[in-house]
Structure formats: structure tokens, C-alpha cells
């Protein structure tokens, strides 16, 4: 069983800056991919971030300039620093990761959300 779980979320005015972290914990042999996702009321779950396990990242147009993702491999744990905060980058943002559970064999797991509201 490998479980992630997300914290950091919260109310933030616009401008202002949130740090999300993921942990992952269970019976981890490997972390490939981990990223972070988000969905909006009335929409659908969009990739917002990702890092491999070598530290190579891509962003969404929408939030680049703006959120930095990272990881700690030793940790399990990858973070999203989000600055610059916009109204719409209100949603529930999601925790996600390529997991190799037993030698050879990947899972893809995704942590249960956390809500980011960003107020104007």
C-alpha cells in the first residue's frame, strides 16, 4: 500500500503565497514522477506541475513564472511553492506519483486533495 498525503492548502488573498507538500509513505522501492494537479468547480483536473526523480520539471502556461515544484527523494516528498496568487488558481489541488511498489512494477497513486482558495 503506498498512500500520499497533501497539506498546506488554505484562504490567501490575491497576491499572496502558499506552499503545498506531498509525502508519500508505504512500501516504496522508487518515486518516479510526482506532480501536482488541480480542479476547479465546473472543470477538469489539468496537470499543473511535475518533477522526475532526475529534478527535470514542466509547468502549465498558466501558472509559469509564478509556482515552483521540488522534491526531497531521500523524503519521498515533493512541494509546490505558489506565489503570486491569482483568484483562479482556486481548486482542489491533487498530489500524484509513479510509485514502484515491487521491483519492476510501477502504481500510479493520488493524494485524497487539498483546497486552495485565493480571494480577491
Known amino acids: 500500500q503506498v498512500q500520499l498525503v497533501e497539506s498546506g492548502g488554505g484562504l490567501v488573498q490575491a497576491g499572496g503565497s502558499l506552499r503545498l507538500s506531498c509525502a508519500a509513505s508505504g512500501t516504496i522501492f522508487s518515486i518516479n514522477t510526482m506532480g501536482w494537479y488541480r480542479q476547479a468547480p465546473g472543470k477538469q483536473r489539468e496537470l499543473v506541475a511535475r518533477i522526475t526523480s532526475g529534478g527535470s520539471t514542466n509547468y502549465a502556461d498558466s501558472v509559469k513564472g509564478r509556482f515552483t515544484i521540488s522534491r526531497d527523494n531521500a523524503k519521498n516528498t515533493a512541494y509546490l511553492q505558489m506565489n503570486s496568487l491569482k483568484p483562479e488558481d482556486t481548486a482542489v489541488y491533487y498530489c500524484?506519483?509513479?510509485?514502484?511498489?515491487?521491483?519492476?512494477?510501477?502504481?500510479?497513486?493520488w493524494g485524497q486533495g487539498t483546497l486552495v482558495t485565493v480571494s480577491s
Open positions: 500524484n506519483a509513479w510509485v514502484q511498489h515491487t521491483i519492476g512494477r510501477y502504481l500510479e497513486v
